[in-house]
C-alpha cells in the first residue's frame, strides 16, 4: 500500500512527460518560433512571445508591442503487449494522454533607446492522463492532472549597437492532483497540492551585423515545495495505513535549469536559416521525498523515490522564405533526447527521444497587426517500460509505448 503513496507522488509533476518535449517542459510558447521548430528561437527576435527564449531580444521591438498565442497539443500515446503481475497479456490502451489548449502572452515596451521592459504569461508544464481504474498498473497511476502558470517581468539593455542584455524573475505557480487504486482492493487515493515559487531568466543578444544575430538565454532551477493532502478510502480500522493515506503533505522538486544558444542569418530579400541548441539539466532531480505531518514521525517521511534522469539535448534547424510582402513560409526539423532511460519509465512517464516536424506560415495584416500559424508532428521512438526495473515497487507491469503529438498553433502580434 505504501508504494501506491510513493509512484502517485512521483508522477505528480512527471506527467506530462511525452507530450511535447523531454522530460516534462512544454516548449510551446510561440506560433512564429514553433513554425521553425524552435531553430533560432534563442536568436529570433522576431516578435514579443521570442522573448520566452531571449529577454534580451525586447530591445529589437519598437514602441509598445502585445503578443497573445495559444497551442492546441494533441497527443496520442497508446500501451500495447501489456502485460500484469502474472505475465498475463492485458488489452491495449488506447488514448492515454488528453488534449489540451495551452496560452500564451507577452507585452514590451521600449522606455527609451537603450531600455525596453516586458512581461509574459506561460503555460511551461502540463497535461492530463487517464487510465482506466483497474488496469494491471493501477498502483503505478489512474489519473494525472497538472497545470503551471509563470508569469516573467522582464528588462533588456543594449550595451552597444551589437550587443543587448536581458533578465527576467520567473514566479511560477504549480498545481497537481493524482489518483491511483490499491493492488486487489477498491480502494482509491488521491494526492493534490500546490506551489508558488521563483527562479530566474538571464539573456544576452549579439547582432554581428544586420542580417545575422546569435542570442544566448540560461533559465535557472526552480526549488519546488508542493504542500497539499492525501486522501484515501482506506477504512479507519486500517490504522497506521489510513493515517499515512490522510493526513496534509508535502513533496520538494527542483525542476531544471536550462541553457539555449540560437543563430539566426538572413541570406537574402527572400531566405532565412536558423538553428538552435539547448541543453536541460534533468540530472538535478534526484529525490522525490514525501512528507507528511502525521505519521512517521519525527522527520515525517513516508517516502523516497530515487530519480536517474540524465541532462537532455535538443538540435533545431530551420529555414524561412519571404512569398511575398505578406506572407512567410516557415520550415523546421528537430531531435529531441528523452530524459527517462527504460530502467526509469512508469506509467506516467513513457519518455523516449523524438523528431520534430514543423511548417508554419505568418501573415502581415498591415504595419501594426500580424498573425502568425504553426503546425508540427512529432514522432516518438517506441518505449518498452517494465516496472520491475525501476526498482519503486507496486505490482508489476511492463507494455510498449507509441507516441506521437500533433500541435496547432497560432498567434497575433499587435504593434501600438
Known amino acids: 500500500m505504501k508504494k501506491v503513496l510513493t509512484l502517485t507522488a512521483l508522477g505528480t509533476i512527471l506527467v506530462a512527460s511525452n507530450a511535447m518535449a523531454a522530460g516534462f517542459h512544454l516548449r510551446e510558447q510561440s506560433a512564429a518560433a514553433q513554425g521553425n521548430a524552435f531553430a533560432g528561437a534563442t536568436a529570433g527576435?522576431?516578435?514579443?512571445?521570442?522573448?520566452?527564449?531571449?529577454?534580451?531580444?525586447?530591445?529589437?521591438?519598437?514602441?509598445?508591442?502585445?503578443?497573445?498565442g495559444a497551442t492546441y497539443i494533441s497527443p496520442r500515446a497508446e500501451a500495447e503487449n501489456v502485460k500484469n503481475q502474472d505475465g498475463g497479456r492485458e488489452a491495449d490502451i488506447n488514448n492515454i494522454v488528453h488534449a489540451a489548449w495551452?496560452?500564451?502572452?507577452?507585452?514590451?515596451?521600449?522606455?527609451?533607446?537603450?531600455?525596453?521592459?516586458?512581461?509574459?504569461?506561460?503555460?511551461?508544464?502540463?497535461?492530463?492522463t487517464k487510465y482506466d481504474e483497474q488496469w494491471a498498473g493501477s498502483d503505478h497511476g489512474v489519473t494525472s492532472k497538472v497545470m503551471s502558470t509563470t508569469v516573467t517581468p522582464m528588462a533588456a539593455y543594449k550595451l552597444t549597437d551589437k550587443l543587448s542584455v536581458g533578465a527576467g524573475l520567473q514566479m511560477q505557480y504549480v498545481k497537481a492532483r493524482l489518483t491511483s487504486t490499491a493492488?486487489?482492493?477498491?480502494?482509491?487515493?488521491?494526492?493534490?497540492?500546490?506551489?508558488?515559487?521563483v527562479g530566474y531568466q538571464l539573456s544576452a543578444l549579439y547582432e554581428l551585423d544586420k542580417d545575422t544575430?546569435?542570442?544566448?538565454n540560461y533559465r535557472s532551477e526552480i526549488n519546488h515545495k508542493l504542500k497539499g493532502e492525501i486522501e484515501?478510502?482506506?477504512?479507519?480500522?486500517a490504522g497506521p495505513m489510513h493515517a499515512m493515506l490522510n493526513q496534509d503533505i508535502s513533496a520538494r522538486l527542483d525542476t531544471p535549469a536550462l541553457l539555449s544558444v540560437?543563430?539566426?542569418?538572413?541570406?537574402n530579400d527572400k531566405w532565412a536559416v536558423m538553428a538552435e541548441y539547448q541543453r536541460v539539466f534533468w540530472s538535478s532531480f534526484e529525490n522525490l521525498d514525501i512528507v507528511g505531518d502525521k505519521y512517521n514521525q519525527p522527520n515525517g517521511l513516508i517516502s523516497r523515490t530515487k530519480e536517474?534522469?540524465?541532462?537532455?539535448?535538443?538540435?533545431?534547424?530551420?529555414a524561412s522564405y519571404q512569398i511575398d510582402d505578406q506572407w512567410k513560409l516557415r520550415l523546421g526539423l528537430a531531435k529531441d533526447e528523452g530524459a527517462a532511460?527504460?530502467?526509469?519509465?512508469?506509467?506516467?512517464?513513457?519518455d523516449s527521444d523524438r523528431t520534430w516536424y514543423s511548417a508554419g506560415l505568418t501573415y502581415e495584416y498591415n504595419d501594426k497587426l500580424t498573425f502568425d500559424f504553426a503546425y508540427t508532428y512529432i514522432q516518438a521512438k517506441d518505449a518498452a517500460m517494465d516496472t520491475a526495473l525501476t526498482g519503486n515497487g507496486g505490482r508489476h507491469v511492463a507494455a510498449d509505448y507509441k507516441n506521437s503529438v500533433k500541435l496547432w498553433g497560432l498567434s497575433l502580434n499587435y504593434k501600438f
Open 45 to 68: 527576435a522576431e516578435n514579443a512571445s521570442y522573448a520566452y527564449y531571449n529577454a534580451a531580444g525586447l530591445t529589437r521591438h519598437k514602441g509598445t508591442q502585445i503578443n497573445m
Open 102 to 128: 495551452v496560452p500564451n502572452g507577452t507585452i514590451s515596451h521600449q522606455v527609451d533607446d537603450k531600455l525596453t521592459v516586458g512581461m509574459s504569461l506561460n503555460v511551461p508544464y502540463g497535461m492530463i
Open 183 to 197: 493492488p486487489g482492493t477498491s480502494y482509491k487515493t488521491a494526492l493534490q497540492g500546490d506551489t508558488f515559487d
Open 213 to 216: 544575430r546569435f542570442g544566448i
Open 232 to 237: 484515501s478510502s482506506v477504512p479507519v480500522v
Open 262 to 267: 540560437g543563430a539566426y542569418h538572413q541570406i
Open 308 to 318: 536517474n534522469w540524465r541532462d537532455t539535448n535538443f538540435f533545431a534547424v530551420g
Open 341 to 350: 532511460r527504460k530502467s526509469q519509465r512508469t506509467p506516467r512517464i513513457p
